[in-house]
């Protein structure tokens, strides 16, 4: 399974930034696709996820500022975040639940960077 990453970066406080994930690779579809992040010395934590049903979830810090989309046809998932703040800064990753028809696999990208700094 191969993630294509882009869209992080640095952006000042209040600002506007959209990710953008596409997954390919020899599978037979993908349910829940979502982003994770990591800040330093933390762990990693849910940000958003979306199914192939279109059902959302976000984490209660990012409700209201951040959308979540899905290109089914495409295997992408996108984030738009707006209203960024310092705490968002973090890498975030990319994830998709792979279906192979024999069983499920939990599978993340590699990651892009997102700062949030004046």
């Known amino acids: 399974v191969h993630f294509v990453e882009s869209g992080g970066g640095l952006v000042q406080p209040g600002g506007s930034l959209t990710l953008s994930c596409t997954v390919s690779?020899?599978?037979?579809?993908?349910?829940?696709m979502g982003w994770y992040r990591q800040a330093p010395g933390q762990e990693r934590e849910l940000v958003a996820t979306?199914?192939?049903?279109?059902?959302?979830s976000y984490k209660d810090s990012v409700k209201g500022r951040f959308r979540i989309s899905r290109d089914n046809a495409n295997n992408s998932v996108y984030l738009q975040m707006d209203s960024l703040q310092s705490e968002d800064t973090a890498v975030y990753y990319c994830?998709?639940?792979?279906?192979?028809?024999?069983?499920?696999?939990?599978?993340w990208g590699q990651g892009t960077q997102v700062t949030v700094s004046s």
């Open positions: 994830y998709a639940q792979i279906d192979y028809e024999v069983g499920y696999d939990d599978s």
């Open positions: 690779g020899n599978f037979f579809s993908i349910l829940t």
């Open positions: 979306m199914t192939r049903s279109n059902r959302r």
